[in-house]
C-alpha cells in the first residue's frame, strides 16, 4: 500500500554521502510540524557505532549499554540545538515479537534519545498487519510538509542512502499515516522495561 504509493511519485535517489549532507540541510529547516520517523525493519547494520559492534560481535552487552549512556550529553545538546531551531523530532518504531537481537539492541538506545529530548512510542507488529498485505512498511523519514525521505539499505541491513520526495499530497498523506501509527504506539520506557530488562540469548545459543 505505502510502497505503492512511493511508486508513483519521482523522487531524487542519493548515495549515503550526498543523503547525510542533504538531510541535515531539511531537518535543520523543518518547519513547525516537525520530523516524524518511520522504522520498520527489525535488524540494521551499525558499523560506525561500537555500541553496535560490542553488541552484535562480541555480545558484550554491558559495553554495549555503556556506551549507548555515555552519547547522553552530546544527544541533548543535539536536540537542544535542534529545539532552539523549532525543530522537533518524532519516531515510531514497529517491533516484532520476539525481538531480534538488533532490537534487544536499539530500543535501549531510543529510550535514551527520548530521555534527550527525541520522543518515540513503540507499536508491535500485528498492529499493523492490515497495512502490509502485500509489503511491509518502508523507513520514511518526514521533515516538516516540504520533504519526505525514504531511506535505503541493501539487503542485510547496511544503509545507502535515502530517496528524496518533494510532492506536497505525498508528503502529507505519508505524515498523516506516521502520526496516526505513533499516537497509537506505546511509550519506549514502558516497552523496553517489560521486553528489554535482560539481554538476549548469547551467541551461538
Known amino acids: 500500500m505505502l510502497r505503492d504509493l512511493l511508486a508513483e511519485h519521482t523522487g531524487q535517489r542519493l548515495d549515503l554521502d550526498p543523503f547525510t549532507v542533504q538531510f541535515d540541510i531539511d531537518l535543520r529547516a523543518t518547519d513547525e510540524l516537525g520530523m516524524w520517523k518511520l522504522e520498520r525493519a527489525q535488524t540494521f547494520i551499525e558499523r560506525r557505532s561500537p ?65 534527550a529530548g527525541a520522543p518515540c512510542r513503540v507499536l508491535t507488529a500485528d498492529r499493523i498487519a492490515h497495512l502490509e498485505t502485500h509489503h511491509t512498511l518502508p523507513e520514511l523519514v518526514v521533515t516538516g510538509s516540504r520533504v519526505l525521505y525514504e531511506i535505503n539499505y ?4 547496511l544503509q545507502l542512502g535515502g530517496t ?41 545459543t
Open 51 to 115: 555500541s553496535w559492534c560490542a553488541a552484535m560481535l562480541d555480545d558484550d552487552w554491558a559495553t554495549a549499554l555503556a556506551w549507548h549512556e555515555a552519547q547522553r550529553d552530546e544527544l541533548r545538546d543535539r536536540y537542544a540545538d535542534l529545539a532552539d531551531l523549532g525543530v522537533y523530532t518524532h519516531r515510531v518504531r514497529i517491533a516484532e515479537l520476539p525481538l531480534t537481537r538488533y532490537m534487544h539492541w536499539e530500543l535501549p538506545a531510543l529510550r535514551l534519545r527520548a530521555e
Open 154 to 157: 541493501d539487503a542485510d541491513g
Open 164 to 204: 528524496r520526495y518533494t510532492d506536497p499530497d505525498l508528503i502529507s498523506r505519508c505524515a498523516r499515516l506516521i502520526k496516526h501509527l505513533y499516537f497509537s504506539g506505546e511509550g519506549i520506557a514502558a516497552f523496553v522495561g517489560r521486553h528489554c530488562a535482560t539481554p538476549p540469548p548469547a551467541l551461538g
